[in-house]
């Protein structure tokens, strides 16, 4: 099964795609999709069309099973906050349109997955992606949190069907 990671960006979208077989988990490819201008309205439209061609063609590229999203967190600045929601309302619908599954994860929930910690830093984070990925080489900040964005999905998608595998042989 290939997971597609995404962290929402309107200037940087990270992505990450990794391949799970079992418990052992393989990097495939990450990177990073980078629109430019300033951020007024008729610019952001062309920048959210930016960033929805580069992921659908990441999807087409390498065909992922699954997807997660990072939820968008609240900070002071609405006007930003409204702007990461509108990218991240695109990093839910190209996987949407192409028929894939989206999971959604909080950044403490990724952290607490991937580092053990729910408020680590982001060099934790990096750290144990390339734990856990050997060899991998981040494109990016953003493609890094990306694949631990995958990693925390393949790890829930594991725990899942765990669970669902323990209850079948209990009613058997």
């Known amino acids: 099964m290939r997971v597609l990671g995404i962290d929402p960006g309107l200037r940087n979208m990270g992505w990450g795609v990794i391949a799970v077989d079992g418990p052992r988990l393989r990097h495939v490819a990450n990177g990073v999709i980078r629109t430019s201008g300033s951020s007024d309205s008729g610019d952001l439209a062309a920048r959210l069309l930016v960033l929805f061609q580069g992921l659908s063609a990441v999807i087409s590229e390498y065909g992922p099973d699954v997807a997660a999203v990072e939820q968008t967190f609240v900070n ?3 006007v930003g906050t409204l702007k990461l929601g509108q990218a991240r309302g695109i990093a839910l619908l190209a996987p949407a349109a192409a028929g894939i599954t989206v999971g959604e994860y909080a950044p403490n929930a990724v952290k607490k997955t991937v580092v053990g910690v729910g408020h680590a830093a982001k060099e934790q984070v990096q750290h144990m992606v390339r734990v856990q990925l050997p060899g991998v080489q981040f494109d990016g900040p953003d493609s890094a949190d990306a694949l631990a964005i995958a990693i925390c999905h393949a ?11 323990t209850m079948r042989q209990g009613v058997a």
């Open 76 to 78: 002071k600045d609405a």
């Open 155 to 165: 790890h829930h998608l594991q725990g899942r069907a765990l669970r669902v595998a």
